[in-house]
């Protein structure tokens, strides 16, 4: 790979960060969808990013695990480079192969599941562990079987996705990113999709894995949701962070006019 | 069915009645014993008649019509001959099927890489060999002596290693096999490419974020969907090839067509002759349409709730929806 990304030069924090992302750009042909855009989340965070509907906030979720390409800036999981290796003085992309190995760790939840309609509950959730970390498949079957239990599907492990409702497809599409035991999970608007009394019963496992104190990423339209769960909320528009911080200070105290309007609209 | 209860609508003789209906002779029906008849459709019949009477007029005439010569076709259905032009065809038709599928995956995926010069390759043979008539292909391959005497394998553009004739290695059914064979990869190599691109972009994205590795992607979870669009016109490109064995008797290699224009062109007898090996066609045909039918079963599972009835769960099915009297009921 001949590809390489100007290194923006900006001070480096060099904690322990879940997530860091420095002056990320992101452009689809003449589209600018992030200018510049920094997040930091530390272990243990769960964050809730929202904004209108293109803002970029789905687009910066993908730069998280380098589902697309940044055009400029850095991205690190857990201290790590994704997606690139420095040499010298610019960033070289990883092999096909080093970048799955990395995606491994990151754990994605997508907004319409995509769930492998031809393989079973438990066949969704064993394949990556075994093919991409090459566990044992007996280990990671009986670990499988634990993560179904926990978000309450123990009951369909043998079924085909097509055969069950969108919640239960949400919440069998989250044991599968759980089963990589991932550092950090991505979850890009996982209940839109949703028909309105299913989307409890995903905000509730999402709720569980926040106590249990697993790191979150949260893009969503459910303000209620994140000013219960999230400790940092931020607030995106136009390919910029306009706002962050706790939920109370964004959601009552907001500072910029752009927020406030946002809010009187979904709230 | 219930009783009409406006007055003004009820036609004479009948009274309106709350739990029935009244009859012109003055019995009253209780709705829970009112039965909606079955209507009789006498041009149903009437088609139908006629129709099985044209049919029956038709295998008379087959089994009648003393030109058909069945003696004649009996004798030479198994003949030794034909059943060695009918494995010849067979054997056309599998590698013609194996190479040209095999090499379709790759031209399917060159064509989908991101590669350009592959995707130009790919282009331009699937372009090349769609716009060339099989039968001058075939007769290209036949004669490819002319072209080229030896064959040599080495450095490309340096010293060769070994060096062969070509006469010596295309003889007439390595001709038929790599005509049929290059012809069937650029058709194969579109109903691949179809297949693919007709799975949900979302499935490639979750393999990708899962990290499962690009090669087990393909083969797990795009390529076993994909089937589910490229069996049918699969199966389709193998009957036809199958039957489109019978081209390559312009170049005298002895499989079932040419093989029984060879009798019929010492005997005469034609039509006998032409129905061996038309029947051989078909037999074969409606086996691979049976080996379809399972195989499109099997790359269902999962989208479909219930996968479609096998034949036999069918005539079972059938059997005990006859509206048959129970068992150990009689008259």
Redesign the interface.
């Known amino acids: 790979m001949t590809e390489t990304v100007e290194l923006v030069t900006s001070p480096i924090v060099h904690s322990r960060l879940a997530i860091e992302a420095r002056g990320v750009h992101k452009s689809f042909g003449a589209n600018h969808v992030l200018k510049g855009v920094d997040l930091v989340v530390r272990p243990g965070e769960v964050v809730a990013i929202l904004g209108p509907s293109g803002s970029g906030k789905s687009t910066l979720l993908r730069t998280l695990?380098h589902?697309e390409k940044v055009d400029a800036g850095l991205i690190r999981v857990d201290g790590e480079l994704v997606g690139y290796r420095l040499k010298g003085r610019k960033l070289h992309e990883l092999s096909?192969?080093e970048i799955?190995?990395?995606?491994?760790?990151?754990g994605?939840v997508?907004q319409?599941f995509?769930?492998?309609?031809?393989?079973?509950v438990l066949e969704n959730v064993v394949?990556?562990p075994v093919?991409?970390?090459k566990r044992p498949r007996s280990e990671v079957e009986a670990e499988a079987l634990t993560l179904l239990e926990r978000v309450g599907v123990a009951d369909k492990v043998h079924d085909?996705?097509?055969?069950l409702s969108g919640g239960q497809q949400q919440r069998v599409a989250i044991a599968?990113?759980l089963a990589?035991r991932p550092k950090v999970i991505l979850f890009d608007e996982p209940t839109s999709a949703l028909d309105p009394e299913l989307v409890g019963e995903v905000l509730e496992v999402i709720r569980q894995l926040a106590r249990d104190g697993a790191t979150l990423v949260i893009v969503t339209h459910e303000v209620g949701f994140a000013r219960e769960v999230a400790d940092v909320v931020v607030f995106m528009d136009d390919g910029l962070v306009v706002e962050q911080g706790t939920p109370t200070k964004v959601f009552d105290h907001a500072e910029h006019a752009r927020t406030r309007e946002f809010l009187s609209h979904v709230l | 069915m219930t009783a009409v209860s406006t007055g003004a609508m009820s036609p004479p003789g009948t009274e309106p009645d709350a739990d029935g209906i009244v009859t012109d002779d003055g019995t009253v029906i209780p709705a829970s014993e009112l039965i909606v008849a079955r209507n009789w459709h006498p041009w149903r019949w009437v088609t139908s008649i006629a129709t099985l009477v044209v049919v029956a007029q038709f295998v008379h005439g087959l089994a009648t019509s003393p030109g058909w010569n069945w003696g004649t076709f009996a004798d030479y259905f198994t003949a030794r001959s034909v059943m060695l032009a009918l494995w010849l065809t067979i054997q056309l038709t599998f590698w013609g099927t194996l190479i040209g599928f095999g090499l379709g995956v790759v031209l399917a995926a060159a064509r989908l890489s991101r590669n350009p010069v592959l995707q130009v390759i790919s282009w331009s043979y699937v372009w090349a060999f769609r716009s060339i008539p099989l039968i001058v292909q075939l007769l290209f391959w036949f004669n490819i002596g002319y072209l080229y005497q030896t064959l040599a394998v080495g450095v490309p553009f340096g010293p060769a290693f070994f060096e062969f004739n070509v006469n010596s290695v295309i003889n007439g059914s390595t001709a038929a096999v790599i005509g049929l064979a290059l012809h069937q990869a650029a058709y194969s190599a579109e109903i691949v490419r179809a297949g693919i691109i007709a799975v949900?972009e979302?499935?490639t994205?979750?393999a990708?974020?899962?990290?499962?590795?690009?090669r087990?992607e393909f083969f797990?979870?795009i390529l076993?969907?994909a089937m589910r669009s490229i069996l049918p016109n699969a199966t389709n490109e193998v009957i036809s090839l199958f039957k489109g064995t019978s081209i390559v008797s312009v170049m005298a290699i002895a499989e079932l067509f040419y093989q029984v224009q060879i009798i019929y062109g010492r005997s005469g007898r034609v039509v006998p002759m032409l129905m061996v090996a038309t029947v051989w066609y078909v037999v074969f045909t409606s086996l691979l349409s049976i080996v379809q039918f399972y195989v499109e079963r099997h790359?269902a599972?999962?989208?479909l709730?219930n996968p479609p009835l096998t034949p036999i769960q069918w005539l079972r099915r059938s059997f005990n929806d006859l509206p048959l009297p129970p068992r150990g009921v009689t008259k």
């Open positions: 695990n589902l096909t192969h799955r190995q990395q995606r491994a760790q990151i994605f997508f319409n995509n769930l492998f309609p031809h393989l079973t394949e990556a093919s991409a970390q085909y996705p097509r055969w599968r990113a990589l | 949900d979302g499935q994205e979750a990708a974020a899962l990290g499962i590795p690009r087990r797990k979870i076993p969907q790359y599972k999962g989208a709730r």
